[in-house]
Structure formats: structure tokens, C-alpha cells
């Protein structure tokens, strides 16, 4: 391996002896990392500005745990089927609990390339029909309890919907971390400790070490603040059940998604809106949702019905978007020493670079979960415990380092963007 790859490794691991956890952000990425941490022995105190917790992106009455599996072998899709199956077994007890439910996902191709990449992926996996089996349309059919249309799809029998929402607050409650409502405008380090401050400046809390999870919002810190990371609006709408649409029993995914019936509605979604910054909700977002659920397979069309788009309910809220659609997890650079070391990689990307990376002292961030908070959310909480307690990694490395923060300096810099 390239000796330039040691940019992850910290100049000072001194510094990371230390019990005392402040995680900021109370959504999914904050309550899965604060969990993971306190069963690792850590003293750890959520912070947010709400009361409860998720109340943000993470809460949705009904988000789905989304399989992502491709026909190539590469970085994302490996993350993604690590992702996958950390998550089925994270959420195991509360399925058992009777949140949410443990229903199965049935993801349909939207074209003849995803009809192709499904034959590929059955063949690939199957020897693993816990994990995803290729079915026809009589299979598909009876599993999913309606009349689908498509002559093949996806069937992940483990996955299935949660509310996001119950599960933060599930997590919070069970693990007894305790929340701290702020609103954190600025965090400053100093005497070894970093201290959080709210609009008016006053200190709210202070703790040796420090997990950012507050999603796109990281931006407002200096520290954070070279992430490249956008927010996205989403809606989701909610629509009446009826007798026949009752009768769905998987989740099923395709160019939109639907969920099985909970309290006499189904989940539709969801809307992706660049550049709209409203958390009301939007009529012509409510019909591009009905047209996708539609346009998903003629079978959930009929079964749905028609719906009348002025009397929908649904939620808006905003995904913390990455380009490269994985999380940011682990340790935040120090930017202008990190960069300094690595300026050689500007004038040759292949330098080799012995100099371990420059990091700020116990300051660490959990963000960027995208459109898959539900699937990342566990497995990057346990990338940045068994990190923080000195743990046996639990991905290759290749995986770690996608997902690790200074991920985009490096990659800045070889590209001469920095
Ligand atoms: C419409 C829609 C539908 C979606 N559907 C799905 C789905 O089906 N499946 C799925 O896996 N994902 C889905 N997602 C994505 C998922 O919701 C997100 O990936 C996930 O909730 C992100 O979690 P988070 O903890 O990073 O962010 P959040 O849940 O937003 O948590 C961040 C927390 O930080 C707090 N905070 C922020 N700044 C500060 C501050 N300065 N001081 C104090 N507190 C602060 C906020 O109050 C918030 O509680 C959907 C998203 C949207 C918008």
C-alpha cells in the first residue's frame, strides 16, 4: 500500500485518552453514535436543540432500511452490503419490540440495464437467501400481497421499515443518555477540553472529547466547516389505505417507495428538491410522489387508487448530502497542517508521504448520511466506537478510509483544488 495512505493515522494519539463524550445532534447518526459509545464504557451526553430526540431528518414516522447491492464489486456497493446487514441486525429487537416491521423489501427494476444488473446480483448471491433471493412475478406477487405487475424483482427478506423517530428516542431512553438541550452556534478547544457555546456565547457544556452528528448544520463550525457536504430537501406524503392496498405486506421500492399500511396510511416518497428551503409542505411534491409510486409498477397504481393531492399529509425535512454518497466518519483534520504535509500530492498525486495526518485534538464527526440514515447510521456509530475505545476495526481498510473525513482533502488535493 502506498505510503501516502498513512494521512489517517494521527501525529498526537496521545491526546485520546479520555472518557467524556459530548455528541452533538440527536437524529440517527447522534443516537446510534452515542449508544455505541456508551456500551464501549464512555460517559456520554447528547445535545440538541430540540427536546427529543429526532426531530429532524430523522423524523419520519416511517423510513425504510434500504438494500443497495450492485452488480460490480466496488467500494460503495461493498459499503452498502456492510451497511445492510449491520443495520438488519442492529434493528433486530426492535422489530421483536414491535416497532416498525421486519416486512422484507421488494426492490423492482426501473429498466432493462436494472433488469440485467437483478439476474447478475440473484446469480452472485444465490447462496445467500437470507440476504436477497430474484424472484418472478408470481413470487413477487405473493409475497408482496398485490398484483405486481413486474416480471422481476429484488426480495430482501431481513430489511423492512422503522420510524426513525421511535428509534432515537427508543435509543436514548433504553441506553439512559442523557440529552441536553442547546442550540450550539460555536465550539472552541481549550485546557484540553472542548467547550460548547449557544447564541449568546454562553458555554453550555464542556467535554474532553467531542462527536459532531448535527448533519448538514457541521458547516456552521470552523472546524467542520470544509466538509462538502449540501443539504437536500425531501418529502414524504401519506396516503389512505384502502381494501386492496391494505393487503401490501412488503415494503416495496422502485422508482418511488411504498410502505405496508400503519395506522390506516402508507409512506410514499420521496421528493428530492435542490435548492428549496421549506419545511412546509408542497402540493406539487405530494404529485411528483404519487406520480413515482405509479410509475414503481402499474399493480401498486390500481391498488393505491386514486388520491387527492390537496387533502395528503406527509413531512419535509433535509438529507445532509456527500458527493460521493457515503458518510463522513472518524476524525476531523487539522485543515492547514494536514494540507501543509500533503502539498505534494499537488504537484504529484502518487507522491509517496510518509507523515502521519494532523488532527484536532479528540474532535470527531458522524455526518453526510444522505437519502440512507436508517441503513449508515449503525455501522458508521460502530466504525467511530470500536475507533474511539481502541477496537478491532470492523471494516477492510480500503472501506474505512472511504468513508473517513479527510477522505475529500486528499482528494482536493491530488486534483489541485486546494
Ligand atoms: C423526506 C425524507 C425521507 C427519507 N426517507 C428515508 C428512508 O426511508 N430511509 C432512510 O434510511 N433514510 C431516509 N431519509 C434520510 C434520513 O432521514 C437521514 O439520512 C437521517 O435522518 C440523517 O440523520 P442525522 O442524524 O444525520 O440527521 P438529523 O436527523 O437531522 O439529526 C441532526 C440533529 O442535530 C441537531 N442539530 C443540528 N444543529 C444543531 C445545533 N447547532 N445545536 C444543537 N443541535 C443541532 C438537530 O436538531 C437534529 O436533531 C429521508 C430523508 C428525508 C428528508
Same mark, same amino acid.
Given at each position: 500500500?502506498?505510503?501516502?495512505?498513512?494521512?489517517?493515522?494521527?501525529?498526537?494519539?496521545?491526546?485520546?485518552?479520555?472518557?467524556?463524550?459530548?455528541?452533538?445532534?440527536?437524529?440517527?447518526?447522534?443516537?446510534?453514535?452515542?449508544?455505541?459509545?456508551?456500551?464501549?464504557?464512555?460517559?456520554?451526553?447528547?445535545?440538541?436543540?430540540?427536546?427529543?430526540?429526532?426531530?429532524?431528518?430523522? @423524523?419520519?414516522? =416511517?423510513?425504510?432500511?434500504?438494500?443497495?447491492?450492485?452488480?460490480?464489486?466496488?467500494?460503495?456497493?461493498?459499503?452498502?452490503?456492510?451497511?445492510?446487514?449491520?443495520?438488519?441486525?442492529?434493528?433486530?429487537?426492535?422489530?421483536?419490540? @414491535?416497532?416498525?416491521?421486519?416486512?422484507?423489501?421488494?426492490?423492482?427494476?426501473?429498466?432493462?440495464?436494472?433488469?440485467?444488473?437483478?439476474?447478475?446480483?440473484?446469480?452472485?448471491?444465490?447462496?445467500?437467501?437470507?440476504?436477497?433471493?430474484?424472484?418472478?412475478?408470481?413470487?413477487?406477487?405473493?409475497?408482496?400481497?398485490?398484483?405486481?405487475? !413486474?416480471?422481476?424483482?429484488?426480495?430482501?427478506?431481513?430489511?423492512?421499515?422503522? *420510524?426513525?423517530?421511535?428509534?432515537?428516542?427508543?435509543?436514548?431512553?433504553?441506553?439512559?443518555?442523557?440529552?441536553? =438541550?442547546?442550540?450550539?452556534?460555536?465550539?472552541?478547544?481549550?485546557?484540553?477540553?472542548?467547550?460548547?457555546?449557544?447564541?449568546? @456565547?454562553?458555554?453550555?457544556?464542556?467535554?474532553?472529547?467531542?462527536?459532531? !452528528?448535527?448533519?448538514?448544520?457541521?458547516?456552521?463550525?470552523?472546524?467542520?466547516?470544509?466538509?462538502?457536504?449540501?443539504?437536500?430537501?425531501?418529502?414524504?406524503?401519506?396516503?389512505?389505505?384502502?381494501?386492496?392496498?391494505?393487503?401490501?405486506?412488503?415494503?416495496?421500492?422502485?422508482?418511488?417507495?411504498?410502505?405496508?399500511?400503519?395506522?390506516?396510511?402508507?409512506?410514499?416518497?420521496?421528493?428530492?428538491?435542490?435548492?428549496?428551503?421549506?419545511?412546509?409542505?408542497?402540493?406539487?411534491?405530494?404529485?411528483?410522489?404519487?406520480?413515482?409510486?405509479?410509475?414503481?409498477?402499474?399493480?401498486?397504481?390500481?391498488?393505491?387508487?386514486?388520491?387527492?393531492?390537496?387533502?395528503?399529509?406527509?413531512?419535509?425535512?433535509?438529507?445532509?448530502?456527500?458527493?460521493?454518497?457515503?458518510?463522513?466518519?472518524?476524525?476531523?483534520?487539522?485543515?492547514?497542517?494536514?494540507?501543509?504535509?500533503?502539498?505534494?500530492?499537488?504537484?504529484?498525486?502518487?507522491? *509517496?508521504?510518509?507523515?502521519? @495526518?494532523?488532527?484536532?485534538?479528540?474532535?470527531?464527526?458522524?455526518?453526510?448520511?444522505?437519502?440512507?440514515?436508517?441503513?449508515? !447510521?449503525?455501522?458508521?456509530?460502530?466504525?467511530?466506537?470500536?475507533?474511539?475505545?481502541?477496537?478491532?476495526?470492523?471494516?477492510?481498510?480500503?472501506?474505512?478510509?472511504?468513508?473517513?473525513?479527510?477522505?475529500?482533502?486528499?482528494?482536493?488535493?491530488?486534483?489541485?483544488?486546494?
Amino acid at each position: 500500500m502506498a505510503k501516502s495512505t498513512v494521512w489517517h493515522l494521527d501525529k498526537s494519539p496521545a491526546l485520546r485518552s479520555t472518557r467524556e463524550i459530548a455528541v452533538l445532534g440527536a437524529g440517527i447518526a447522534g443516537c446510534t453514535s452515542a449508544v455505541a459509545l456508551a456500551k464501549r464504557g464512555f460517559n456520554v451526553t447528547l445535545i440538541d436543540r430540540h427536546p427529543i430526540a429526532g426531530c429532524e431528518a430523522s @423524523g419520519n414516522s =416511517q423510513g425504510i432500511v434500504y438494500p443497495k447491492l450492485s452488480a460490480r464489486d466496488d467500494l460503495l456497493p461493498r459499503i452498502n452490503l456492510a451497511a445492510m446487514q449491520f443495520s438488519s441486525r442492529y434493528y433486530q429487537p426492535f422489530w421483536a419490540q @414491535g416497532l416498525g416491521q421486519q416486512c422484507g423489501v421488494i426492490v423492482v427494476p426501473e429498466d432493462d440495464k436494472m433488469r440485467q444488473d437483478f439476474e447478475i446480483i440473484g446469480q452472485r448471491f444465490k447462496d445467500q437467501p437470507d440476504l436477497v433471493q430474484l424472484y418472478d412475478n408470481r413470487e413477487l406477487r405473493r409475497l408482496s400481497g398485490i398484483n405486481l405487475q !413486474a416480471q422481476i424483482g429484488l426480495y430482501f427478506p431481513k430489511l423492512g421499515w422503522l *420510524s426513525p423517530t421511535d428509534i432515537c428516542q427508543q435509543l436514548v431512553a433504553q441506553h439512559r443518555i442523557p440529552l441536553l =438541550q442547546a442550540d450550539i452556534q460555536r465550539v472552541a478547544h481549550s485546557d484540553n477540553r472542548w467547550h460548547l457555546f449557544d447564541a449568546d @456565547g454562553q458555554p453550555c457544556i464542556t467535554s474532553e472529547t467531542l462527536v459532531i !452528528a448535527n448533519a448538514f448544520d457541521c458547516k456552521q463550525f470552523q472546524q467542520t466547516e470544509f466538509l462538502p457536504v449540501t443539504q437536500l430537501r425531501g418529502q414524504i406524503s401519506h396516503i389512505p389505505s384502502n381494501g386492496t392496498s391494505s393487503a401490501l405486506k412488503t415494503v416495496i421500492c422502485g422508482e418511488g417507495y411504498i410502505t405496508p399500511q400503519y395506522n390506516g396510511q402508507h409512506s410514499i416518497g420521496a421528493t428530492y428538491n435542490k435548492g428549496v428551503f421549506t419545511t412546509a409542505l408542497r402540493p406539487e411534491d405530494h404529485q411528483t410522489n404519487l406520480e413515482q409510486i405509479c410509475a414503481t409498477d402499474s399493480g401498486i397504481a390500481s391498488a393505491i387508487g386514486s388520491q387527492n393531492v390537496t387533502a395528503m399529509t406527509g413531512r419535509a425535512n433535509y438529507r445532509c448530502t456527500t458527493k460521493d454518497y457515503l458518510p463522513i466518519v472518524g476524525a476531523v483534520a487539522n485543515l492547514t497542517q494536514l494540507v501543509e504535509d500533503y502539498s505534494a500530492l499537488r504537484r504529484d498525486a502518487k507522491s *509517496s508521504i510518509a507523515t502521519a @495526518g494532523s488532527y484536532l485534538p479528540n474532535l470527531y464527526i458522524n455526518c453526510g448520511m444522505g437519502s440512507r440514515g436508517l441503513s449508515y !447510521a449503525p455501522l458508521s456509530a460502530e466504525i467511530l466506537a470500536t475507533e474511539l475505545a481502541g477496537d478491532t476495526p470492523i471494516l477492510d481498510e480500503d472501506l474505512r478510509l472511504a468513508l473517513h473525513p479527510t477522505r475529500f482533502i486528499i482528494r482536493d488535493l491530488k486534483k489541485k483544488r486546494l
